[in-house]
C-alpha cells in the first residue's frame, strides 16, 4: 500500500499479532502511517527512533503494563505531547478513569471495529494537534511550507537539505525558547540517533549559510 506523503504516524503498541495485524491494515487503508510495536522495550525503542503523531496502547502487555509506560511517556518532555489511546478489555470506571488521570486521551473497549478505532483516531488527532501543523510558516518574510518541503526568503526559494529544513521548521514552531545541542538531538534527529553534538553545530552552520543575509 502507497504512503501518503506527510501522513500521520501510529505506533501500535500490542502484543497479540491478530489484533496488531488487523489495526495496521485499518489504519492503512485510512491513510496513516503505521509503525509497531510487541511491548514496552520495543516501543520505547521505536519512540526513540522516530516520535509517532499518535500511540495506540494496549493496556495488558508483557512486561511493563500499558498503563505504567503511559505514565511513563507523558512524565517524559521528548514524548509527553504525543495523544495515547489506551486499547483494553477492562471496561470498569476505575480502570477508565486511571488511565484519563495517567494522561492517556481515550481508550477503545476490546472488541471494537476498526471503523470506531479510526474515528475515535481522528477524533482525538482533531483535539491534540494543532490545526494549522501543516501550514505554511512566515516570519519576517521568511516562509517555509510543511506540505511542499520548500522555504523562502521574500519569495525566494532556499536551499537546504532535509536536517537543515527540519531544524528551521523546529525553531519556527518552537521561537522564543533555548535548546542545548543534546536536547536538538532528541527532538529533530531522534533519541536512537548515534552522533555527535558536535553535529548539530554542523547543520546549524549549513542552515545559516542557506539562509544567508536573513539570518536565524
Known sequence: MPTVM??????IVEDE????EMVSFALARAGFEVDEAV???????????RLPDMILLDWMLPGTSGIDLARRLKRDEYTRDVPIIMLTARGEEDDRVGGLEAGVDDYVTKPFSPRELVARIKAVMRRT???????PLEVDGLT???????ASVDGNALEMGPTEFR????????P???????????RVWGRNTYVEERTVDV????????LGPSGL
Open 39 to 49: 511491548d514496552g522495550g520495543e516501543a520505547q525503542e521505536r519512540i526513540a527512533s
Open 129 to 135: 494537534v494543532p490545526e494549522n501543523e501543516d501550514k
Open 144 to 150: 517555509l511550507d510543511p506540505g511542499s518541503h520548500r
Open 167 to 174: 531544524l528551521l521548521q523546529f525553531f519556527m514552531t518552537h
Open 17 to 20: 499479532p491478530a489484533i496488531r
Open 203 to 210: 547543520h546549524i552552520l549549513r542552515l545559516r549559510k542557506a
Open 176 to 186: 522564543e525558547r533555548v535548546y542545548s545541542r543534546s536536547q536538538l538531538l532528541d
Open 6 to 11: 506527510n501522513a500521520k504516524t501510529v505506533l
